[in-house]
């Protein structure tokens, strides 16, 4: 059964294209190791009244938007072998954590079985 990590984050919208080439280079190495697909959505429509908006749950701040993504694997097994090679990969290691253009602090992460793949 497939797998997806998911998770949300807040980018200042000023930052925005510097983590667009962040998150592109990250893609290229989660497919090269194996991950199914990899996406990053910018949000758009947030201001949502029938739920809880991405902005509350992530205490979004003035000047932010969400973006919402994903990894899909072919199993969480899968999942664990191709994290633990991406973590190796001297192309991410080489990135600064203080240095990204979010605050990991306020990012929301997660694992998940698929339950509907339709």
Request: proline fraction near 7%.
């Amino acid at each position: 059964m497939r797998y997806v990590d998911g998770y949300v984050v807040p980018v200042p919208k000023k930052s925005l294209q510097a983590y667009r080439r962040i998150a592109q280079k990250a893609g290229k190495i989660w497919r090269e190791y194996g991950a199914l697909e990899y996406r990053e959505c910018a949000g758009d429509e947030l201001d949502v009244k029938w739920a809880v908006p991405f902005p509350r749950m992530i205490k979004l701040k003035p000047g932010e938007t969400v973006v919402f993504a994903w990894i899909v694997f072919k199993s969480r097994a899968h999942r664990d072998r191709v994290n633990a090679k991406v973590m190796k990969d001297p192309r991410l290691a080489k990135m600064d954590p203080k240095s990204m253009p979010f605050d990991s602090k306020r990012m929301v992460y997660g694992g998940f079985k698929v339950l509907v793949d339709a």
